[in-house]
């Protein structure tokens, strides 16, 4: 009983499946839209094994529904035939109408970009977690590097001295 109950606690957290590591270097996200996602029976399989690829992909909104491009969901190794599925087909995001309203007002108003960040597991559901985003020139990603290196060497001065009070 006891197994049965943990096995279904922990089915029911949340599970990241693939990260957009690159998309927080490249872009400066401005806001944060969690998404379903229409899959077949066997991209979910597969999602659910962990496999997917986030790096390359992105979102457009046309014909009034938020599409999402590039992402790679390779098949699932059981699936044959009839059971499988394109790997890099475009996948349909499900998104409130006022939500792809604003989506669609922003992008083409300014020079904005929508962009996965995390796909992942919630409450057996999976989501995508897309954000509107502007591309960062070279000269700011080096900004933001050389930023966050300088708290870093902050945060471990502050460490050390920290450890040499208390001794």
């Not at 029911?12 to 400066?28: I, P």
């Not at 909104?61 to 009839?82: A, C, D, K």
């Not at 960040?117 to 020139?137: D, I």
């Not at 080096?142 to 471990?156: K, Q, W």
Request: with cysteine.
């Amino acid at each position: 009983m006891a197994k049965r109950l943990a096995a279904k606690q922990t089915a029911t957290l949340d599970r990241v499946v693939a990260t957009n590591r690159r998309a927080r270097h490249d872009y400066d996200l401005i806001d944060i839209f969690e998404c379903g996602i229409v899959l077949q029976g066997s991209e979910v399989k597969s999602l659910r094994t962990g496999r997917a690829q986030l790096s390359d992909a992105y979102a457009r909104v046309s014909e009034g529904e938020v599409w999402l491009y590039g992402v790679h969901i390779p098949p699932w190794q059981y699936s044959t035939g009839f059971g499988g599925h394109d790997p890099d087909r475009r996948r349909k995001l499900l998104l409130h109408r006022g939500q792809i309203d604003e989506l669609l007002g922003k992008t083409q108003q300014q020079p904005l970009t929508l962009i996965p960040v995390k796909l992942y597991f919630k409450e057996g559901k999976a989501k995508v977690e897309l954000a509107l985003a502007r591309g960062r020139r070279l000269y700011d990603k080096r900004r933001v590097l050389a930023a966050r290196d300088a708290e870093r060497e902050v945060a471990r001065m502050a460490r050390h001295s920290a450890h040499w009070v208390e001794s």
